[in-house]
């Protein structure tokens, strides 16, 4: 499940609890977006590390397979 739909799973879930118990929407919404961020965090910062992770290794295996093929090119 991608970051955003699990923030937006737990927003509007708490939003719609606090409404049930007579909480005002505004203050509803308040808390729920508040929470959202803190319950969902972790899951983004995860998120955010395999990107970075991704994105060094994929620079690597370009990088080598450039130099692959400048030891395959026929020389001068």
């Known amino acids: 499940m991608p970051y955003f739909l699990a923030r937006l799973a737990v927003l509007v879930i708490l939003t719609v609890v606090l409404v049930v118990v007579n909480v005002p929407?505004?203050?509803?919404?308040?808390?729920?977006?508040?929470?959202a961020g803190l319950a969902t965090w972790p899951i983004g910062r995860?998120?955010?590390?395999?990107?970075?992770?991704?994105?060094?290794?994929?620079?690597?295996?370009?990088?080598?397979?450039?130099?692959?093929?400048q030891r395959k090119a026929p020389g001068p």
């Open 25 to 35: 929407l505004l203050l509803a919404l308040l808390i729920g977006f508040a929470a």
């Open 46 to 69: 995860m998120q955010r590390r395999a990107a970075a992770r991704s994105r060094a290794a994929g620079s690597r295996v370009a990088g080598s397979q450039a130099a692959d093929a």
